[in-house]
T-cell receptor
Framework: ETGVTQTPRHLVMGMTNKKSLKCEQHLGHNAMYWYKQSAKKPLELMFVYNFKEQTENNSVPSRFSPECPNSSHLFLHLHTLQPEDSALYLC?????????????FGPGTRLTVT | QKEVEQNSGPLSVPEGAIASLNCTYSDRVSQSFFWYRQYSGKSPELIMSIYSNGDKEDGRFTAQLNKASQYVSLLIRDSQPSDSATYLCAVQNFNKFYFGSGTKLNVKP
């Protein structure tokens, strides 16, 4: 798990809280991704950053706000979430978004919204 | 129509047998295809990637791609109980990445 790390691993937050998820990759990659994995659903791509620039936003509600200060770090800022936002949030990285490079995942943050 | 379709399973095979996992995709111009293994409570782990028609072997794993049929499969030879997991098929088309819902594999000792 040293390639892509995520903190915290578990998070419980109320609907009025503000929290942030952090992801760091140590693979020298240029693209980073946020995915949501809910029970019995496919992985849903949320955001893509390529060389620090956001290149994809798959109609994600504004209560999720990504930030990518450099190619190694990615954040997901959370505010006024809903119970249906409870899920496993996965960060991934790859060499490049545009090329056919494999994505490598972090361990994920298990989020529970109460 | 889903972008990537997989049988949810569970697929049960005895230890030592060959497990065959299948995946179909809808976008004909998809370029790259991946298989991930996900243990319960863990994140997906890349086990195979394949980019051209035919077979690709890596140890006990063989990925097969047929672009004309829009079909990709994963064979696991000499299945072990430790192979019990959910296997996710992923398809890439330029900047789009789609995952199937996964097939749960049970390898019985």
């Amino acid at each position: 798990e040293t390639g892509v790390t995520q903190t915290p691993r578990h998070l419980v937050m109320g609907m009025t809280n503000k929290k942030s998820l952090k992801c760091e990759q140590h693979l020298g990659h240029n693209a980073m991704y946020w995915y949501k994995q809910s029970a019995k659903k496919p992985l849903e791509l949320m955001f893509v950053y390529n060389f620090k620039e956001q290149t994809e936003n798959n109609s994600v509600p504004s209560r999720f706000s990504p930030e990518c200060p450099n190619s190694s770090h990615l954040f997901l800022h959370l505010h006024t979430l809903q119970p249906e936002d409870s899920a496993l949030y996965l960060c991934a990285s790859s060499q490049s978004q545009q090329e056919t490079y494999e994505q490598y995942f972090g361990p994920g943050t298990r989020l529970t919204v109460t | 129509q889903k972008e990537v379709e997989q049988n949810s399973g569970p697929l049960s095979v005895p230890e030592g047998a060959i497990a065959s996992l299948n995946c179909t995709y809808s976008d004909r111009v998809s370029q790259s295809f991946f298989w991930y293994r996900q243990y319960s409570g863990k994140s997906p782990e890349l086990i195979m990637s394949i980019y051209s028609n035919g077979d690709k072997e890596d140890g006990r794993f063989t990925a097969q791609l047929n672009k004309a049929s829009q079909y990709v499969s994963l064979l696991i030879r000499d299945s072990q109980p430790s192979d019990s997991a959910t296997y996710l098929c992923a398809v890439q088309n330029f900047n789009k990445f789609y995952f199937g819902s996964g097939t749960k594999l049970n390898v019985k000792p």
